[in-house]
């Protein structure tokens, strides 16, 4: 079973329904190598340090532009995230730009990146968080 597939059954859904973007960037970050490390070392690698940076830390989250996410996470990430979610890329980009700051920065409450174990736990808080 997929972390994507748990995350499902934890809210109680069904195969057959789409996820929301933050669910399935949890998803996404859960399954991706390296998850939440790997994701901050790919923005690095990609000269955004600093945006990631303030994702991480405690102050304000910078913008990225959903173009820039698109080459960060590359194609096949992106075209994942379009599958659970149901939507076309074009319209998927600008809603990760959106929610993918506010999911690192609820995963990094004290500005570091905690450990891949207590990676689900903190995700499946943040989207406990979003549905109240």
Same mark, same amino acid.
């Given at each position: 079973?997929?972390?994507?597939?748990?995350?499902?059954?934890?809210?109680?859904?069904?195969?057959?329904?789409?996820?929301?973007?933050?669910?399935?960037?949890?998803?996404?970050?859960?399954?991706?190598?390296?998850?939440?490390?790997?994701?901050?070392?790919?923005?690095?690698?990609?000269? %955004?340090?600093?945006? #990631? +940076?303030?994702?991480? =830390?405690?102050?304000?989250? $910078?913008?990225?532009?959903?173009? @820039?996410? /698109?080459?960060?996470?590359?194609?096949? %990430?992106?075209?994942? #995230? +379009?599958?659970?979610? =149901?939507?076309?890329?074009? $319209?998927?980009?600008?809603?990760? @730009?959106? /929610?993918?700051?506010?999911?690192?920065?609820?995963?990094?409450?004290?500005?570091?990146?905690?450990?891949?174990?207590?990676?689900?736990?903190?995700?499946?808080?943040?989207?406990?968080?979003?549905?109240?």
């Amino acid at each position: 079973m997929s972390l994507f597939d748990t995350i499902s059954s934890l809210l109680g859904k069904s195969d057959d329904q789409t996820a929301s973007v933050p669910e399935a960037l949890v998803a996404a970050l859960g399954d991706h190598a390296g998850g939440l490390g790997g994701l901050v070392e790919k923005f690095e690698s990609a000269g %955004l340090g600093d945006t #990631i +940076a303030s994702w991480v =830390g405690t102050g304000a989250n $910078q913008s990225v532009e959903p173009q @820039a996410l /698109h080459n960060v996470l590359g194609s096949d %990430l992106v075209q994942q #995230i +379009a599958a659970k979610t =149901g939507l076309p890329v074009e $319209q998927l980009l600008p809603q990760i @730009a959106e /929610h993918l700051p506010q999911l690192v920065d609820h995963l990094t409450p004290n500005g570091e990146v905690p450990p891949q174990g207590n990676l689900l736990d903190a995700g499946l808080a943040f989207l406990q968080n979003r549905m109240r």
